[in-house]
């Protein structure tokens, strides 16, 4: 295997999922020692988090490797860490949907309190979704094209 120098598409693909890691470290920092983790619907949240921000490192790897993997990869840690967000953007629209008859333990503000981090938590998703979903494309635009293409054999010198 020989590596070649990256281009701007796998440095944006790699630049946005350490944004989406680097985050999200900032946003969870302290919740795996509180009451939070051991929660019947925060639990569960808590958990896809850190597999999802685990797959985040992964597709950092990867992107310089085999870029459409961790295209995909980033695309599957963003559905991870979304939920998580959506109940520290949300949380009392977040439980009536998902979890009826939760309760909290402590007052919670009703409708949409603003949490900076989670916002910009977020939009860094929404930077990665674009990035993976253009790299995918990309390829498969690649792969489509090259397929219609005659070999070069068939051109004349």
Not at 45 to 59: E, K, P, Q, V
């Amino acid at each position: 295997m020989r590596l070649t120098k990256p281009d701007i598409q796998q440095v944006c693909q790699a630049g946005s999922c350490l944004l989406c890691v680097l985050l999200d470290l900032r946003i969870t920092r302290g919740l795996g020692e509180s009451e939070f983790s051991g929660g019947w619907l925060t639990g569960p949240l808590l958990s896809m988090d850190n597999i999802g921000t685990a797959l985040f490192i992964l597709a950092i790897v990867l992107t310089f490797v085999v870029p459409r993997v961790a295209a995909a990869t980033g695309l599957a840690s963003t559905l991870l860490c979304l939920p998580l967000y959506l109940f520290f953007i949300a949380p009392v629209p977040f439980a009536q949907i998902f979890a009826a008859g939760h309760e909290f333990k402590g007052y919670v503000a009703p409708g949409f309190p603003w949490h900076t981090w989670p916002v910009a938590g977020v939009l860094a998703f929404t930077l990665t979704v674009y990035v993976c979903v253009r790299r995918i494309a990309a390829t498969s635009r690649k792969n489509i094209n090259s397929k219609d293409m005659p070999p070069k054999s068939a051109f004349p010198h």
